[in-house]
């Protein structure tokens, strides 16, 4: 069994993973402004990072079986490495903007979608929270009604701390 490959293959190989590089560190920067658009909460960052990093490892894996016979060899690593830098480095500041501008917009539209089923909710809940159930009960619980109210009692709004 002959396990080497050509120089010329060798070298192919090493350019596409360049590339592959490339296209991953654009891939980073839509996730970096996902990740921005979403929230300044922590569980977003997480979530992007996670799912970058899940993404990105698929798609080298595919990549390697693929055009390396599924030998997964670190110069071919190194080299997405690098093809990922030299994007962010270069092109990534000037991609950015254009993608958080397009990011805005798809998110105003979204809330503008979803805007109605927010105020229906919002009506519905001040709909339930005026509406009081009378309930016929033994006197030993009428003693403790206080009690079972305080108990059962579920706030309509969010308080903001």
Known sequence: MNYAQPLSN???????SVGLGVLLGFIYEVFCVLRGLLSDKRWAYI??????SLAATLISFFFMVLYND??????LIAA?????????????????????FIGQK??????????PLKMICKKCAVILGK????????????KHKKKINNIIKI????SKK
């Open 10 to 16: 060798q070298i192919i190989v090493f350019i596409r």
């Open 47 to 52: 979530l992007c990072d996670l799912s970058f």
């Open 70 to 75: 599924g030998t997964v060899r670190l110069n």
């Open 80 to 100: 997405q490495l690098m093809g990922g830098a030299a994007f962010h480095l270069s092109a990534g500041a000037h991609i950015a903007r254009p993608l958080i």
């Open 106 to 115: 798809l998110r105003r539209a979204v809330l503008l979608v979803f805007y």
């Open 131 to 142: 509406l009081k159930i009378r309930v016929h009960c033994k006197p030993e619980i009428k």
């Open 155 to 158: 706030p309509l709004k969010n």
